[in-house]
């Protein structure tokens, strides 16, 4: 059995010789079939090209942007900076495309799955804010991806303070309540 293709080129051929004019109209027929075919396949290799420059772009974006920020940390303010004397100060962390909420009174951390954070017991220098004292230091931590990070915060940061990032291989990354990405 022949393609419809190469049957629509001998048919017109074939018709060629008893109808000249029959015969240039099947021609002409099987090249648009031919022609809308191959724009067909064209378009649709192009769109796909199209998606992958697109993909690639993001990603070179994503890497541009963990290159920026230091180890994939994106760090924004709402509402208040990380430690004030306010009960509704959140900070939020995020890690890649995951986001921590923490909550400054008791370092809640309304988590996504893959990343943790908690406070790593007691530690000696702990000391809760109250009573307008501004000299405490928070210490915290969180894992991503298998790597351990921990979190100081030195004073408040409505006085100055800073928060300090570091993980185990001691990179760090500081935030004082001014960065905005």
């Known amino acids: ?17 008893f109808n000249t004019a029959n015969g240039f109209l099947l021609l002409t027929l ?10 067909t ?5 192009n769109r796909e090209q199209q998606k992958l420059e697109r993909k690639l772009q993001r990603f070179k974006l994503q890497e541009k942007a963990m290159a920026d920020t230091s180890f994939a ?14 009960n509704n ?5 995020k890690v ?16 996504s799955k893959r990343v943790t954070i908690h406070d790593i017991g007691k530690p000696t220098n702990y000391r809760f804010l109250k009573d307008g004292d501004h000299s405490h230091q928070v ?22 303070g800073q928060l300090v990032i570091t993980n185990a291989k001691g990179r760090s990354v500081v935030y004082d309540g001014k960065l905005k990405l």
């Open 1 to 17: 059995m022949l393609p419809l293709k190469q049957l629509i080129i001998s048919l017109s051929m074939v018709h060629g010789f």
């Open 30 to 39: 099987s090249f648009l079939v031919f022609a809308s075919g191959n724009a």
């Open 41 to 45: 396949a064209q378009h649709k290799k």
């Open 73 to 86: 940390f994106y760090i924004r303010r709402i509402k208040a900076p990380y430690v004030t004397s306010s």
């Open 89 to 93: 100060s959140y900070g939020i962390l």
């Open 96 to 111: 890649g495309s995951d986001q921590v909420f923490m909550d400054q009174i008791d370092w809640v951390a309304e988590n």
């Open 139 to 160: 210490l915290f931590e969180t894992k991503v991806k298998g790597e351990t990070f921990q979190f100081k915060v030195q004073n408040s940061l409505e006085q100055g």
